[in-house]
């Protein structure tokens, strides 16, 4: 451990730990060194042995690596994720020689950084001790070097949370088998040993007498937004010669804010700019240096050193509201996607000319000269195969729950009727949504002006790195705000994803502009935290929140109402109540709303009546279906945010039947890592008998209760309990379920799971792991009851997306269980269930650019015949898997860049891409390349031509084909429903392919040109 670990950084090593880790858990050191692999780049090897060697450490073989403890292997390719790294590695072997050692991203598969050499640990220490329970154990000190100095923290406490915890662990051994080793000891024993072996130190915070060196601070004595204070008793310490800093994370407007009261103050922006510094020091000037992280800071003065540190929160009251647990630093990844359309055999597909049929197997069928590999889809009468170049023309079948679907058959008419009717439904509803996007669009709304000069300052204040999606949805809106329409934007992201940063960016800006601003959100408790959240960030800055909720007197209501009408109150934060007749404004600009599907019918129709006159941003985590269906089909703008902050970890979620010894465990195993809880049931009824079964179990568990029905003090009072730390658990309904932020909160019950709907659930199980540390959601449902099958398929599902960035595909899967309800009043559910939700939207899509009109027909799908084997063959992707959801990305790739990005994936990913492999990737240019240009199937025409099928009419041909080479003008000939390329038949096969991308890429290019005209 020592070593390895610490060569190239001057073996300088710092290991926090807690008292439990000095208990003797670990094998011993040598035999700890003698199971560590280590590999460089060079090193001589047998790819299969290292595979062995892998297998005896621990690491389990999968298809795919994501988690710590996995391996796969690609021919000459090896991917690990070593327990002991942050980021998972690639070894690549050239014969016997490792050639290359990569980090990857998980997530994207991608390579990153090279690396030199990698030490692989085992995975856990079960491969050391195996079955024998009695060989002897050793602790983190025997692992440390004589030189080094162990510092103790708060010895007293320390000792005091060893103590109760060895009772506890005595406790469970005593009802253990007489001959079980003892392997806990007291926390006298490591002190005993700590002062034989090493120099050491303890820390206090209240000194026991005058031993030791003091290193006591006392706090700086002002109160927020008082700068004159705050300057005055800067002056003063200069004049004594103490140094003094500014530690912000808006350090200009701090200084502007000092200079303001006549005390000399500069902003540092390199804070390794020493020589600058020791000049302002010198001239008894305060340094501001920016601060941007996220653990809390309070200002103080240090006499020992003659300093004085002034922070954000004596200047503006603000607090950080982060965790100040250590979070492993993981390099910033694109989210994972959860494909909603993996098939599997099994699945119900809809083929878009054949209609509902069920998928068998994946399988390579050699014709002619040419192999490929095709779909195997059931139908009523026989079997269809489907190229897998092709498996755009296939969606899964989505639909309510329930109902098992009736196949199609191959050779009947019903499918074509059925479209048909579909079809004609949904132009009418094409129609109608064109209509309302047109009203809109002629709508005057207020254009803001550009970015004030406080914009940018405010948004870096923000405490933590903004994900490339965030970034992208506040470029969004204010693009939307800047233009001369009224917004109507939906910013879709994940529980946690930092919908809310977006939002106070909008919302400054309106403020900025002189506008007002409503933040809508569903229940009270929200409101109190974004009233927290936005008082905070906007401290610094003479803006005015306003809190409306049931928890305000009702002469507090009424002097909210009246600095609204005069436009003293900027921002007002609250539940329903804002959407009341009595409220008036000065200037409203911005209308925000949290989590709208949690809002009732007449207050969405008044929110609705508010959307035609003023902007509005509706954030959600699961939209509801309605909401999604419309942003899908182009009518309210929406921003998905898919990037998890750089920490976060997808949250382990537990499916078990109610045990009380299974709770008791999952609680215990949270206090014992100092996180809370929070244990959520479907009713208020029994909540008490509940709290008083989990106190019977663990005794010292401190545990708060809270629902909507109680005191509105009262309420406030146990929340804000909880948030500060002095209640380990909270037994409630689902008051928690939006937006409530807790970063120590890492685990959540839920009792009686199948009472829930998939948004609730999906909501809830948000509100932990936001810390970057391993969150747990416990779905618990009654050992005797029968779940109903929809009640199956929604913990089926919460279970199956734990991946983060889920959220929007849980929506789509929450279609699929409920049903769509109507939109613009058109009953449109039924239709889809006829022939499922993806086709349904492509056909909806479809509709809307056939009535605005194109010459260029659209055609559903571009089918090419040519004899050429376009495949990926079994030995460059194995695993069935990652080999559909490979010829996936290739089918639903509209781009050639897209087509490159993939080959360059996969290049990385498998090695060299073999020939029939390379061969699929022209293919499917050249089917993008004719499905723009209205060809529905390309196929050989005897030995001499090739024709291209098409609806197009002679009149759009003409026009095209005066676009083309003087020396193919001659050989492309139309007739009706194709043009035939004469004599492109005797080239072979992969250069007809050729001689065609050419050819109609020119086309293409005009079509593109006059189309952007």
Known sequence: MGDEGTKGRGNRVAIVCTTLALQPHLPAPTEFAARCLKLQVGDEGDVEQLGVQLVTLGYERVPLVETEGQWSRRGDIIDIFPVAAELPVRLEWFGDELDKLREFDPSTQRSLDKIESLVLTPVNFGTIFGEDNSSE????????????????????????????????????????????????????????RIQARFKWLRLDELAVSSEGLNLACRSIPTIPHQFAKIAETLRGYHKQSFSSWLVSAQPSRSVSLLQEHDCPAQFVPNPRDFPAIDKLQIQHTAVAVKYSGVAELEGFILPTFRMVVVTDREFFGQQSLASFSYVRKRRQAASKQVDPNKLRPGDYVVHRNHGLGRFIKFESIQTDDTLRDYLTIQYADGSLKVPADQLGVLSRFRQAAGAKPELNKLSGQAWEKTKAKVKKSIKKLAFDLLKLYAERSQKEGFAFPPDAPWQQELEDSFRYQPTPDQLKATQDVKRDMESDRPMDRLVCGDVGFGKTEVAIRAIFKAVTANKQVIFLAPTTILTQQHYHTLKERFAPYPINVGLLNRFRTAEERKDILVRLKTGELDIVIGTHQLLSKELKFKDLGLLTIDEEQRFGVNQKEKIKTLRSQIDVLTLSATPIPRTLYMSLSGVREMSLITTPPPSRRPIATHLSPYKIDAIATAIRQELDRGGQIFYVVPKIEGIEETAGKIREQIPSCRIAIAHGQMDEAELEST??????????LLVCTTIIESGLDIPRVNTILVEDAHRFGLAQLYQLRGRVGRAGIQAHAWLFYPKESTLSETARQRLKAIQEFTQLGSGYQLATRDMEIRGVGNLLGAEQSGQMDVIGFDLYMEMLQEAIKEIRG?????VDDTQIDLKVTAMIPADYIADLEQKMSAYRSVAAADTKQELTNIAAEWYDRYGEIPKPAQQLFRIVELKQIAKQLGFSRIRPDGKQHIVLETPMAEPAWNLLAEYLPDNARSR??????????????????????????????????VLMASSST
């Not at 929340?719 to 380990?728: C, R």
């Not at 194109?854 to 659209?858: G, N, S, Y």
């Not at 492109?984 to 890429?1001: A, C, D, K, T, Y």
């Open 137 to 192: 154990r050793y602790s983190l000190l025997d692992y440390l070097p004589a030189n080094c100095i162990v510092a103790i923290d708060e010895f007293d406490r320390a000792q005091a949370h060893n103590d109760r915890w060895w009772e506890y662990i005595q406790e469970e051994w005593e009802t253990l088998p007489a001959n079980t080793p003892v392997w806990h000891q007291q926390f006298g024993n490591s002190i005993d």
């Open 719 to 728: 929340m804000l309990t909880f948030s500060n730390g002095d209640a380990d």
């Open 972 to 1005: 492309y000939v139309y007739s009706v429903g194709k043009v035939t390329a004469r004599g492109l038949g005797v080239l072979r096969p992969n250069e007809q392919v050729e001689m065609l991308i050419e050819v109609l890429s020119k086309l293409q290019g």
């Open 854 to 858: 194109q010459e260029i027909p659209q």
